[in-house]
T-cell receptor
């Protein structure tokens, strides 16, 4: 158990809809990262938040947005969903003591029909 | 920008044998972290091993060890005494040292490892 919690684990929705994925980082971790993994692909970095503020942005679509709240949990909002958005979305966190690795949640599997 | 290349999309090994997965990376930084993550069918991302670039000694974790060649920008993973539970997708990843806005992990495309009983 990495200590990073993601909900929901599975989500099925239709094209054009909007969903919200939630992530609770490990206790005390200030940084949250979101990654997208399409079928049998590598992990693509979407966005990072640090203590409530956006810190780095990757290849995140304009239809996607994220935020980190004062309690440090984060949400990834995906709107106007397309079939190609079907993927596994991972949240990861890293700690105050910089040891290098990220700790990953179990992912949220999104299926867009 | 840093890039990570895994040139072996698939590998297979007989149970109890040794296998080596390759990874190369490109960076202009002198200090960084390298990782191997394992993704079994459950899809969970599990850290296998970590290497700090400033350490010359190769990291080892039980049956897993790395061959870190900094000048060649190579970071291979050796799995000894392969077990059925080692079957997974293995990702090599690079991370800059703590630096505002550049702390993400950059992943390779992965190597799918099959263990043959």
């Amino acid at each position: 158990d990495s200590g990073v919690t993601q909900t929901p684990k599975h989500l099925i929705t239709a094209t054009g809809q909007r969903v919200t994925l939630r992530c609770s980082p490990r206790s005390g971790d200030l940084s949250v990262y979101w990654y997208q993994q399409s079928l049998d692909q590598g992990l693509q970095f979407l966005i990072q938040y640090y203590n409530g503020e956006e810190r780095a942005k990757g290849n995140i679509l304009e239809r996607f947005s994220a935020q980190q709240f004062p309690d440090l949990h984060s949400e990834l909002n995906l709107s106007s969903l397309e079939l190609g958005d079907s993927a596994l979305y991972f949240c990861a966190s890293s700690g105050r003591q910089y040891t290098g690795e990220l700790f990953f949640g179990e992912g949220s599997r999104l299926t867009v029909l | 920008a840093q890039t990570v290349t895994q040139s072996q999309p698939e590998m297979s090994v007989q149970e109890a044998e040794t296998v080596t997965l390759s990874c190369t990376y490109d960076t202009s930084e002198s200090d960084y972290y390298l990782f191997w993550y394992k993704q079994p069918p459950s899809r969970q991302m599990i850290l296998v091993i970590r290497q700090e670039a400033y350490k010359q000694q190769n990291a080892t974790e039980n049956r897993f060890s790395v061959n870190f060649q900094k000048a060649a920008k190579s970071f291979s993973l050796k799995i000894s005494d392969s077990q059925l539970g080692d079957a997974a997708m293995y990702f090599c990843a690079y991370r800059s040292p703590s630096n505002f806005g550049n702390e993400k992990l950059t992943f390779g495309t992965g190597t799918r490892l099959t263990i043959i009983p």
